[in-house]
């Protein structure tokens, strides 16, 4: 193999491993959690925000049959979440989480941890639901805006 074709081959597969290794971390980050529904919400379990090395996720994306969207919660701190419906606000796209934003893949609109929009086209925040803890486990009334 001539020295040129070497350095050229060795690039691509640098490229490639650096590219599977940052697909690789993002999937590790994001947790889905279907939680239990009920009339007024669903409640998830505080284990959800666990790792298996016993380490805290930012953020857990709750998936249920009968939500139209996900919702994205937060941990915030201590006792303290945030609960985002992830439907853009601008023409409806559902969204993805990006470490501490959500983005848009439609046009780019992007929105902070609390649903406040931090890059536009989108005008309006997310819709967002209280957070309490009941009995260990969160629950996200979804009767209510936050
Ligand atoms: S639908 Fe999300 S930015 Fe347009």
New binding site residues.
Partial sequence: MERKDFIKTSCIACMGMALGATLLQSCVGTKYAKGTRNENGILLDLKEFETEKKEQRPYVIVRHDDLTFPVCVYHLGGDNYSALLMQ??????E?QASGDQLT??????AFDKMGKVTQS??GKPLRTFPVTIVNGQLFIDLRKQA
């Fill in positions: 853009c606000t601008h023409q409806g796209v969204l848009c893949p439609a046009h780019g609109s086209p989108a």
